[in-house]
């Protein structure tokens, strides 16, 4: 049986979330400009989890906003943190609270925003359109016969009801047409319920319409063929980005390089590459693109399982099976090491396996040795968190090389207990004469950027999979 919309609970969220708002209409200016923002050394962006913006393929964060961003990020000599918010109300909240210093999404610009935030210069237009059922499907057979009464004009909409995100551009152009019609159109916004879902909702047939962007309807397309995209509601609407009023010289430099991006090569392969009809990856019903709770690999019960074997959260795991083998198990590297983990063959036989163990065998092993590292350092460095990046190290070049590290670090002046900007950067001095026969050094040279880009890159990716998938047990 279907099931009913119920008006109670939408009503009780928009209550609930109208006490959340309150949050980004406060007077407090948050007074983060371009400085602050290189003095910590990262641009913080909250973009959105969906098939164009930003998901993980095969455990590979990708995505167009993102794509962007790090080419932004580059250009400004920073890095760029991600935070995942499919909600433009608390998108709003987070950037009028300092808590992020840019929104990057694939939404349409609303003119409403608070008196606080404004958009960039536009990357690109879209089309808002109305997303409805076009026929029914039950289970995997379709009855492909079109429902009669399609909308196809304005005046059509008149005593309908449509669903939106909370204070979206969608809520604003609805509203603009229900004035056009005398009040006519029912606007319910729904603070909770992103672009993405809404429109999940009337494929269920859970709701009769709701709006989406274009960009986002061509890649709903290939997921929701029951849905049909082709009513206009409003034209040529800006996909910008977000940022506070008060961030003037941030403003510069983005809107700077946006005119000069936009006219890039790189630019127009990216908005192919995600965009284009024809060349669109058509990845979104493959089960390792990761928007929603989906997998990264077919291994992630495994890694789930045996994570809870060192007490590390799965999706860390994952991050290294990934940096060391792309989840592939019969992998060989040019310096012998096999499988899943990538171990060594003498590391494989003390840890009782060979080529010929199976994926979850792998999986066992490369998890034993992660305890032997734990033991080995777990006198050395107290934090339990700041250990795995030693471990990490390890992992890729023998905890001998990272013990020399640090001890090279109070003569280097670095924190022999701390790895990011200070046993990282002790490692890579190693391959310096000076360090490498330093009495204390008992391991040699080691030219260490290997080691210091593999443990950047397993928690940089680490971050992306928190993003994107849930912890779980």
Not at 258 to 270: C, D, E, V, W
Not at 316 to 325: C, G, V
Not at 343 to 363: H, W
Not at 364 to 386: C, H, M, Q, T
């Amino acid at each position: 049986m279907k099931k009913k919309l119920i008006w109670i609970p939408i009503l009780s969220i928009l209550l609930f979330s109208c006490q959340h708002k309150l949050r980004f209409f406060s007077d407090k200016v948050i007074a983060v400009d371009l400085l602050d923002i290189e003095k910590r050394g990262s641009i913080i962006v909250a973009t959105s989890n969906n098939p164009s913006d930003y998901f993980l393929y095969k455990g590979e964060p990708n995505g167009f906003q993102l794509e962007l961003l790090e080419d932004f990020g580059n250009y400004l000599g920073l890095k760029v943190d991600v935070i995942v918010c499919n909600n433009p109300s608390e998108n709003l909240a987070l950037l009028n609270n300092g808590e992020c210093d840019l929104l990057a999404s694939s939404w349409n610009i609303s003119s409403n925003d608070n008196k606080y935030t404004t958009g960039s210069i536009p990357f690109y237009n879209s089309n808002l359109v109305l997303v409805q059922k076009r026929f029914e499907k039950r289970g995997n057979m379709p009855n492909k016969s079109n429902k009669p009464g399609l909308i196809a004009q304005v005046v059509s909409l008149k005593g309908k009801t449509v669903y939106v995100p909370f204070m979206s551009a969608q809520a604003e152009a609805m509203h603009e047409l229900a004035n056009e019609l005398q009040g006519n159109i029912h606007v319910v916004e729904l603070p909770q319920y992103t672009q993405e879902k809404l429109v999940e909702l009337v494929a269920e047939g859970e709701l009769e319409y709701t709006i989406c962007n274009s960009i986002l309807a061509e890649s709903f397309k290939k997921q929701f063929e029951q849905l049909d995209f082709s009513f206009v509601v409003k034209k040529a609407e800006p996909i910008a980005w977000t940022f506070r009023k008060s961030s003037t010289k941030f403003a510069e430099k983005l809107n700077k390089w946006i005119i000069g991006y936009k006219k890039t090569t790189r630019f127009a392969l990216l908005t192919d590459k995600y965009f284009n009809k024809d060349s669109h990856w058509g990845v979104t019903n493959n089960q390792y693109v990761a928007y929603k709770e989906v997998k990264i690999s077919m291994y992630d019960d495994l890694i789930k399982k045996y994570s809870s074997d060192i007490n590390w959260d799965w999706r860390l795991l994952a991050a290294l099976i990934y940096q060391e083998s792309r989840f592939k198990p019969n992998v060989k590297s040019h310096r012998g090491a096999y499988g899943l983990m990538q171990m060594m063959p003498s590391t494989q036989e003390y840890f009782g396996i060979d080529s010929t163990a199976s994926p979850e065998q792998q999986i066992k092993a490369g998890v034993k040795y992660i305890k032997f590292l734990d033991r080995s350092f777990k006198n050395r460095i107290p934090d339990p968190l700041e250990r795995i990046n030693f471990i990490l190290a390890s992992y890729n070049v023998g905890p001998g090389h990272i013990f020399d590290a640090q001890k090279l670090a109070p003569k280097l002046g670095k924190n022999p207990l701390k790895w990011f900007n200070n046993v990282d950067t002790c490692l890579l001095s190693k391959s310096n004469p000076d360090n490498y026969n330093d009495p204390q050094v008992q391991f040699g040279y080691c030219k260490g950027v290997e080691t210091f880009s593999f443990v950047s890159e397993i928690i940089n990716r680490f971050k992306h999979y928190k993003n994107v998938l849930k912890e779980g047990k």
